[in-house]
């Protein structure tokens, strides 16, 4: 019964690298959200795709970052040329048709030093 | 945008006590509100829901209760134990299919269960 996966669970980057950060949806779910946590705050939506569609990007910044979640594989968040200020949890969840619930994974920890 | 405001921002209670967290949201489309718990460390765990087409929903030591009309819902946990201690969230979405059924998070309660 496996749950949302996401990989890698930590992820350690130096300012200027590309940081590419994968999610795998629970089995029958086709909706995928991304969602930024910094400490001590709560969870900030990013993304939302289905597969091959991006539905909302409304809350991804305009620049360096991009999202996708092709007909195979897990959708994967892409964050070029990171600053110090992309340091944060990002987590995505997954679901089935909306308005169901929405299930997360354990997280990727990123790290820019 | 819809914008969510959660209270406490920290709670302690006693080990038995029962403990009650406040949420306001300020977009009437909202009508599904979910509550999550994280430990540190892990992931936001679904621990209930509610949608708008309900004013209180149970399960075993957990409840919710929504007011459309003030725009407010709350958690309550009876029986309170140490493993009830972690960080929750409120959150909502608007269901309706007009948006992305995105979550717009509270910014978090943390709850201390003492022994």
């Known amino acids: 019964n496996a749950g949302v996966m996401q990989n890698p669970r930590h992820l350690v980057r130096r300012r200027g690298q590309e940081a590419r950060l994968r999610c795998s949806p629970m089995?029958?779910?086709?909706?995928v959200y991304w969602y930024r946590q910094l400490p001590e705050e709560g969870l900030k939506f990013m993304v939302y795709l289905q597969k091959e569609n991006i539905i909302d990007e409304s809350g991804m910044p305009k620049e360096r970052f991009s999202a996708e979640f092709p007909k195979e594989g897990p959708s994967i968040l892409r964050i070029q040329q990171v600053v110090r200020g992309d340091s944060a949890a990002y987590f995505c969840?997954?679901?089935?048709?909306?308005?169901?619930?929405?299930?997360f994974g354990p997280g990727t920890r990123l790290t820019v030093t | 945008g819809e914008n969510v405001e959660q209270h406490p921002s920290t709670l302690s209670v006693q080990e038995g006590d029962s403990a009650v967290i406040k949420c306001t949201y300020s977009d009437s489309a909202s009508n599904y509100f979910p509550w999550y718990k994280q430990e540190l460390g892990k992931r936001p765990q679904l621990i209930i829901d509610i949608r708008s087409n309900v004013g209180e929903k149970k399960d075993q030591r957990i409840a919710v209760t929504l007011n459309k009309t003030a725009k407010h819902f709350s958690l309550h946990i009876t029986e309170t134990q140490p493993e009830d201690s972690a960080v929750y969230f409120c959150?909502?979405?608007?269901?309706?299919?007009?948006?992305?059924?995105?979550?717009?998070f509270g910014k978090g309660t943390k709850l201390s269960v003492i022994p």
């Open positions: 089995k029958g779910h086709s909706h």
């Open positions: 969840a997954s679901s089935k048709t909306p308005p169901y619930e929405q299930y």
């Open positions: 959150a909502a979405s608007d269901g309706s299919g007009a948006g992305s059924y995105q979550l717009t």
